[in-house]
């Protein structure tokens, strides 16, 4: 059993900055592998940043890449999504999702993701 718990977002204008967090609680082997994914409404929900909790390995989306930096606390029981130079495109609702240890190729697949946060909305106006 696993619980996440997103804070951090907000509203924004472009250019300007957010710091997510996700509390992770409950079995770690069960959160072995922790992404963010954000969805807009008529969109689908696509993976922004992914990390391998026991390695610290992190991949990204290639939207992201440059601008949004994915850590973990020394405890590794929180993760962090720092979001530099945001853009209206980032706008949507955030959710950090985790599942057991998984290839890296597949970060980005929902499907690898068992247990999921309620979700924070990030909004970017222009």
């Known amino acids: 059993q696993v619980q996440l718990v997103e804070s951090g977002g907000g509203s924004v204008q472009a250019g300007r900055s957010l710091r997510l967090s996700c509390a992770v609680s409950?079995?770690?082997?069960?959160?072995?592998?922790v992404a963010w994914f954000r969805q807009a409404p008529g969109k689908q929900r696509e993976g922004v940043a992914g990390?391998?909790?026991?390695?610290?390995?992190?991949y990204y989306a290639d939207s992201v890449k440059g601008r949004f930096t994915f850590s973990q606390d020394n405890a590794k029981n929180t993760v962090f999504l720092q979001m530099n130079s945001l853009q209206p495109e980032d706008t949507g609702m955030y959710y950090c999702?985790?599942?057991?240890?998984?290839?890296?190729?597949?970060?980005?697949?929902?499907?690898?993701?068992?247990?999921w946060g309620q979700g924070t909305q990030v909004t970017v106006s222009s």
């Open positions: 999702a985790a599942g057991r240890s998984t290839s890296a190729a597949w970060w980005a697949d929902p499907r690898r993701y068992n247990y």
């Open positions: 409950g079995y770690a082997d069960s959160s072995a592998s």
């Open positions: 990390i391998y909790r026991r390695g610290g390995s992190t």
